[in-house]
């Protein structure tokens, strides 16, 4: 049976089900169930089923309870996969003594701040209205910050200085970090940064310095990743902060790269075919990099609709949930801010008929895009630094990652193995969701059968001994 037949059958046995034990209508397949198709889209699949068991609310608690419960367990599964990688790219077995030059008293490791920040965030100021909600633990001077991102933005603002980075966030320093916007020797390229080990580092492996940085990184939080999924879909922030064509089709390339890797087979070679592009890929990204940059969204109901989330919007949500103390504070937030996020797009359909389905359209896509910006964190200047300095190390000062795409390819093991941990993480969820209520549902309907076979053997048996017929129908109303 071709995996569309299966799907059909699932869902026939559903319906069939809710229509025993007088449940709601099943929605339209053509419109609400856009994984009936021969693809093996798992992701897409169980969050059908649970359209048609449960629908929006369901949904609902799927992103809430990956965005707030799950996030321990998400960036424990990166940095697993962190540390394992680099491991991996220093040696086979040995773990080597850090070479002299990244040493305290050696030349460093340099680079130029583009060659770790794909996406310029370093040109956003972490204190304007953009910056807040794309930086974390922005303190009063920035240097002294736990993020990694926010501090490197201050180091570079003080120009020719030497920071000390990990303190703030492991009370033990591990990095020395300086940027100079000039190179006055002419020997270094302007906007360089050089990177050492902290004098305390000398005399540990290079292994105990790359674990140990990657402990004191925060790769993200419940506000800022959802932030960055609906930037992902609608383009609100990159609208705002005027992100730049060429950034927004590498957006979408990388995207496009993630999602082949996901749908792959676990079995498959991960080879260069998954790092290229077709002319319809192509167009395609030059596409959702114009409607990115343009803040909006076309969606399709009875009629094609632009719909987007507004800045406002995502400031308000992420100011909500970064305040609440509590993990049911910001569940409760979370929750809110997807029921109010919903609300507003389903408002740009005209037709009343179509609010739920852009409702759900809306949660799904949500669903779908969780894993591509976890993905994507790892694109972030605080995991590709720790990543340029060892390449650098194993294969020369002149190793680099000319774009994302070029590290993805370099590091696709790495992507690979993030990618199905972090869909596994969020299948799971989905899975749990949809056994509890299909559970639920064949319960109801075998209390339903026996029911049914209760009713008719007592009617028949009434009936033997003379009770009216309207008696029988009375009766049968109180069972």
Avoid at 6 to 17: D, H, R, T, V
Avoid at 275 to 302: D, L, M, P, Y
Wanted: net charge positive.
């Amino acid at each position: 049976m071709s995996v569309l037949n299966q799907k059909k059958k699932a869902f026939g046995n559903i319906a069939a089900l809710r229509t025993l034990t007088e449940g709601m209508p099943s929605l339209k397949t053509s419109s609400s169930f856009p994984s009936i198709n021969n693809n093996g889209d798992t992701t897409t699949f169980l969050c059908d089923l649970i359209k048609s068991l449960v629908g929006y609310d369901a949904l609902v608690q799927t992103i809430t309870d990956t965005l707030v419960y799950n996030m321990p367990t998400i960036e424990r599964e990166i940095k697993n996969a962190l540390k394992i990688e680099l491991k991996s790219i220093v040696s086979c077995g040995i773990d080597p003594s850090l070479p002299d030059f990244i040493k305290s008293s050696g030349t460093g490791i340099k680079f130029t701040v583009d060659k770790i920040d794909f996406t310029n965030l370093m040109k956003i100021d972490p204190n304007s209205e953009g910056g807040k909600i794309q930086y974390n633990d922005r303190t009063t001077n920035l240097i002294d910050s736990k993020d990694f991102n926010t501090f490197l933005y201050q180091t570079i603002q003080n120009n020719g200085s030497i920071e000390d980075w990990g303190y703030a966030s492991t009370n033990n320093n591990i990095l020395l970090v300086a940027f100079n916007s000039t190179d006055v020797s002419h020997i270094d390229p302007n906007n360089t940064l050089t990177v050492k080990a902290h004098p305390t580092y000398d005399t540990k492996t290079l292994t105990q310095l790359n674990n140990d940085y990657i402990d004191s990184i925060s790769l993200f939080n419940t506000e800022n990743l959802l932030t960055n999924i609906i930037n992902a879909i609608f383009g609100t922030v990159a609208n705002f902060t005027n992100k730049s064509l060429k950034q927004l089709e590498n957006d979408a390339k990388t995207n496009t790269v993630i999602d082949k890797i996901l749908n792959s087979d676990n079995k498959d070679v991960i080879s260069d075919k998954y790092f290229s592009f077709t002319n319809e890929e192509q167009n395609k990204h030059q596409e959702e990099a114009k409607n990115r940059k343009a803040g909006v969204k076309t969606i399709t109901t009875s009629n094609p609709v632009s719909t987007s989330i507004s800045f406002a919007t995502v400031t308000g949500f992420n100011q909500t949930i970064s305040s609440s103390t509590t993990l049911l504070g910001k569940k409760d937030a979370v929750s809110t801010s997807l029921n109010q996020m919903s609300n507003q797009v389903a408002s740009a359909a005209k037709n009343p008929v179509d609010h739920e389905a852009v409702k759900l359209g809306f949660i799904q896509e949500i669903i779908n895009t969780i894993t591509k910006t976890v993905v994507n964190s790892i694109l972030s200047p605080k995991v590709v630094a720790i990543f340029i300095i060892n390449y650098k190390i194993i294969y020369g000062p002149t190793a680099t990652f000319n774009d994302p795409i070029d590290f993805l390819k370099k590091n696709k093991v790495l992507v690979h193995n993030i990618t199905k941990r972090i869909g596994g993480i969020i299948i799971q969820v989905l899975l749990n969701i949809a056994l509890k209520k299909i559970a639920e549902l064949v319960a109801a309907g075998a209390l339903k059968q026996q029911i049914d076979k209760t009713q008719s053997n007592l009617t028949q048996l009434l009936s033997l001994i003379g009770v009216s017929q309207n008696m029988l129908r009375q009766i049968k109303g109180f069972l």
